[in-house]
């Protein structure tokens, strides 16, 4: 059996390949569901069926009225910039070809606000309110994260 301290630390595999950046894994069949809808590129939040407010993070009842009825439904994918830090350290190696980079509060058209990564934004357009748009980053080839760049015009 090989012991991973016997090698010179360059040679170690984890020292030379890029992880890849970890996915969502949600335990919860509601928040499985947001995630599984962001796979056919469009974003949904959930819509109460009695007083038709959305809400994000998904969750089994609305906190305005109690209804537990909802329905799933597309965002516009636009809203503006409501908070951000720039990211100067990675604290996954995954993201170590990233940095820095913006993390971001996105306010959506309806009403909610969802933590997020905001790309393509040269760091002196960033101001409350910028007006975003969504768009989709690749992780793994396969997995659909929802992120926002500034939207044009
Ligand atoms: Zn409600």
């Known amino acids: 059996m090989s012991d991973e301290h016997d090698v010179p630390p360059k040679a170690r595999p984890s020292a030379q390949a890029t992880p890849a950046k970890p996915r969502p894994r949600p335990q919860d069949p509601i928040e499985q569901e947001f995630w599984r809808l962001c796979q056919d590129g469009q974003l949904y939040f959930q819509r109460c069926?009695?007083?038709?407010?959305?809400?994000?993070l998904p969750r089994y009842m609305c906190a305005r009225c109690g209804s537990p009825d909802y329905s799933w439904e597309?965002?516009?994918?636009k809203g503006t910039l409501f908070s951000w830090t720039v990211t100067h350290q990675?604290?996954?190696p995954a993201f170590a070809a990233d940095v820095p980079f913006v993390a971001a509060v996105v306010e959506l058209e309806e009403g909610v606000r969802m933590a997020t990564r905001l790309v393509d934004c040269e760091r002196d357009r960033l101001a409350l309110d910028l007006p975003v748009e969504l768009d989709f980053e690749m992780i793994g080839g396969d997995f659909r994260l929802p992120v926002f760049r500034p939207r044009e015009g």
């Open 49 to 56: 069926g009695s007083c038709g407010i959305f809400r994000h």
């Open 74 to 77: 597309p965002s516009s994918g």
């Open 90 to 92: 990675a604290l996954h």
